[in-house]
């Protein structure tokens, strides 16, 4: 079984500060991983993703994961944060191989960024 | 960018009664799911579907039943409603290419009194 776990279930930040959103996960094959954003009122978008390329895995908006499977992380970061990433955001993972595909999901963490 | 639409988006509703959250994807989708949300918890996948006719339970035991009559529709039925069943529900989908991204709806706030 796999599962997720987001340390931090809210993180606050200045504009213009780095974003760190930690995920760790736990798989007994090698796991697919994933952001998602959930903005206010809106449903989730997929904000990146790993599976089994690259390590370091760039998405949208400027977010960016480095899977690093000695310690069995997925972090997210952020160079410099904008109004606009306040939001929460998930990280999930699935099996990797076979056609099924299901996601666990971590709790989320609630980005808050202050002006 | 996402067409999948739920509805609808806030329901407040008597014990007892009969819901029927609708879900629909104009994306030509085989796969569907539906995902219970509570506050500060991580989401629970409770039903999911690979195609017509094609319903399974998810991780998260629920009273809800489903069904996948037509491929764009997956609407979730709860017969008799309780307070229990407060949750935020939200619909997926994603295509057949294995490893495919989901597209979420804006979900359905459940209140149940």
């Known amino acids: 079984a796999q599962s997720v776990t987001q340390l931090g279930s809210h993180v606050s930040v200045s504009e213009g500060a780095l974003v760190l959103l930690r995920c760790n996960y736990s798989?007994?094959?090698?796991?697919?991983l994933f952001w998602y954003v959930q903005y206010p009122n809106q449903g989730l978008q997929l904000l990146l993703k790993y599976t089994s390329a690259a390590t370091l895995v760039k998405g949208i908006n400027g977010f960016e994961a480095e899977f690093k499977k000695s310690e069995t992380s997925f972090h997210l970061t952020k160079p410099s944060a904008h109004m606009s990433d306040a939001a929460e955001y998930f990280c999930a993972v699935s099996k990797g191989g076979g056609s099924n595909y299901k996601l666990t999901f971590g709790k989320g963490t609630l980005l808050t960024v202050n002006p | 960018e996402a067409d999948i639409y739920q509805t609808p988006r806030y329901l407040v509703i008597g014990t007892g009664k009969k819901i029927t959250l609708e879900c629909s994807q104009t994306?030509?989708?085989?796969?569907m799911y539906w995902y219970q949300q509570d506050p500060g918890m991580e989401l629970h996948l409770i039903h999911y579907s690979y195609g017509v006719n094609s319903t399974e339970k998810g991780d998260l035991s629920s009273e809800s039943t489903v069904s996948r009559i037509r491929t764009e529709h997956f609407p979730l039925t709860l017969e008799s409603a309780r307070p229990s069943h407060t949750s935020q529900y939200l619909c997926?989908?994603?295509?057949?290419?294995?490893?495919?991204?989901?597209?979420f709806g804006s979900g359905t706030q459940l209140s149940v009194l």
């Open positions: 798989s007994s094959v090698p796991p697919y």
């Open positions: 994306m030509g989708h085989d796969k």
């Open positions: 997926a989908s994603s295509g057949s290419g294995g490893r495919e991204k989901l597209f």
